[in-house]
């Protein structure tokens, strides 16, 4: 039975898997940008002359494999990176979510056809219709996340709609593998559902590159774990009809288009991890990968298992709505400034040196003097505030200005306020129409600019110190240092240079290493 959307305008591309093979051995998909374009070329190119049905399909399910390996390293590219993204990341985050769109439309377009009455040759795939339409579907949400992008109510949407078809067919837990399909037993649709609600609920936009990448990895080994069911206590359910991903929601709440969440043989998994890491088993051997080092998997295991198993924790300082503006400003020498109240050193250009002041750097490897003032003003950026309270700001900016990355220094200034406050990006995203959007959490203690410099003078740089923020709590006489990312060393000893003084300190313990810093504990030496 031939279908409207399977009239062919030209003779297809691919017609079979041979033919395909065929492609696939001529293709250059060894680099992964390149690989991309080719795979969303030729999948575009089987949209406007496709194959017969059967043999379309068989196609997409070839071309699974090395497309799934494009796409892991294209997404190398953006997962967690800096935000607004750099040209060369967002080519390759824009390029690969347009390979999962045009994958999902060749799935989308055979599912719709299986619906129908009378599609006798497609009807039997049904099954691996709706659990692939359900995985690109999350693999499209799963790509927002990675790059902290906000994801549209149109996946959410699209992800439900999915599932639902497979719900109401009674198809959801049907293993892929009696379906006839070259996949894993135990490969259903609902697991592929509950992979990007389980990465969502794990506040991805608060994780570093390294805990995304562990989380992505634990949620497609351990989804299959989760059960769905239509009532059961508080805990996490999902609106089939709506538009958002998993809510906490009380037992009394209801509804037939809710589901909700059985986390428990999860939890139970994820403790017995726990238990085995703190009995000295190695992280590999527990299946949570090669790369995983166990104090950090135990943290984020032990994160993990309070994220899926309890209510959203409630804050500890209560919020306070706001509609003003407050001043931000990043990087540490523009922090500095600002907080000093004047203006910061500005490298020389090339064009700005001399004939004498080459023949020094020449010579001496630095030069004896200055050319001329190279101070600038700080880059203040003005950013909205939609909430603060006693330790932190929940801050947005509309339009340009500097890339911003997780646990990076930054410091504000509230409307109002006298000073600036220190504080760090405890998560960070974007929107659809490119605002940025972050959490910050401030440091602890009142800022004063200072510098810090090695003990002994150094003979090849003309000024060895560098911007550091001194921090003293009021009413007590605990004092803490913010350096640079990589000074501190355990038991190191720094000269502490202040307006019209200059001290010998000792670090004395690490409280927190950021992007950009280290903070850190000090006492000042005899």
């Known amino acids: 039975m031939t279908h409207s959307d399977f009239v062919p305008v030209s003779r297809p591309l691919l017609w079979d898997v041979r ?52 796409q892991e390293e294209q997404a190398k590219k953006f997962v967690s990176k800096p935000l607004p993204l750099g040209h060369l990341d967002s080519n390759a985050f824009v390029q690969s979510c347009d390979l999962w769109l045009a994958l999902l439309r060749g799935y989308r377009r055979l599912l719709r056809s299986a619906l129908k009455r009378g599609a006798d040759e497609i009807r039997p795939s049904l099954p691996l219709l709706l659990e692939r339409a359900t995985e690109y579907t999350g693999e499209l949400i799963i790509t927002q996340l990675a790059a902290r992008h906000e994801i549209g109510d149109w996946l959410w949407q699209g992800l439900h709609e999915a599932y639902g078809f497979a719900e ?80 906490w929601t009380a037992s009394d709440a209801g509804g037939e288009s809710l589901r909700f969440f059985d986390t428990s043989a999860l939890l139970r998994s994820v403790k017995t991890r726990l238990r085995k890491l703190d009995q000295g088993a190695a992280p590999a051997e527990l299946g949570l990968g090669r790369d995983c080092a166990q104090g950090p998997a135990v943290e984020l295991l032990r994160y993990l298992s309070e994220t899926w198993g309890q209510a959203p924790r409630a804050r500890a300082f209560s919020r306070r709505a706001g509609a003003f503006n407050s001043q931000v400003v990043a990087g540490l ?32 490897q630095r030069t004896l003097q200055t050319t001329g003032e190279a101070l600038a003003q700080p880059a203040i950026e003005g950013w909205q505030t939609l909430d603060e309270s006693a330790g932190g700001f929940r801050l947005r900016r509309r339009g340009i200005g500097a890339r911003l990355a997780h646990r990076q220094l930054i410091a504000v200034r509230p409307s109002g306020a006298s000073q600036f406050m220190l504080c760090e990006i405890r998560w960070l995203s974007q929107s659809a129409d490119g605002a940025l959007a972050v959490g910050a959490k401030g440091l602890p203690g009142i800022a004063q600019a200072v510098e810090i410099g090695p003990p002994a003078p150094d003979p090849i740089r003309r000024d060895p110190f560098v911007h550091a923020f001194a921090l003293q709590t009021p009413g ?47 006492s000042p030496e005899a």
Request: net charge positive; with cysteine; aromatic share 10%.
């Open 168 to 247: 109401a067919r009674g198809l959801a837990e049907a293993p892929l593998a009696e379906a006839g399909a070259r996949v894993p037993s135990g490969s259903t649709c609902v697991a592929a559902y509950l992979r990007p609600l389980l990465l969502a609920l794990a506040n991805p936009y608060r994780l570093s590159q390294r805990e995304f990448v562990w989380t992505r990895r634990w949620v497609y080994r351990w989804a299959h774990k989760v059960r769905l069911g239509p009532a059961g206590p508080q805990g996490y359910t999902v609106d089939l009809a709506g538009s958002a991903g998993a809510q």
């Open 19 to 70: 033919s395909c093979d065929e492609w696939l051995g001529s293709a250059a998909l060894s680099d992964a940008r390149q690989a991309c374009h080719n795979l969303v070329t030729l999948l575009e190119a089987l949209e406007d002359a496709p194959p017969r049905q059967t043999q379309y399909l068989q196609i997409l399910e070839r071309l699974r494999e090395p497309l799934l390996a494009a």
């Open 476 to 522: 007590t006489s605990a004092a803490t240092i913010v350096l640079p990312a990589g000074w501190y060393q355990s038991a190191r000893a720094l000269l502490l240079k202040v307006p019209g003084d200059c001290v010998r300190i000792r670090l004395n313990a690490l409280l927190r290493r950021g992007y950009d810093y280290d903070h850190a504990e000090f």
């Open 333 to 364: 020498a523009d922090i500095h400034a600002a907080v000093a109240g004047g203006a910061k050193y500005r490298e020389p250009n090339s064009w700005d040196y001399s004939r004498r002041d080459a023949d020094q750097i020449h010579t001496f």
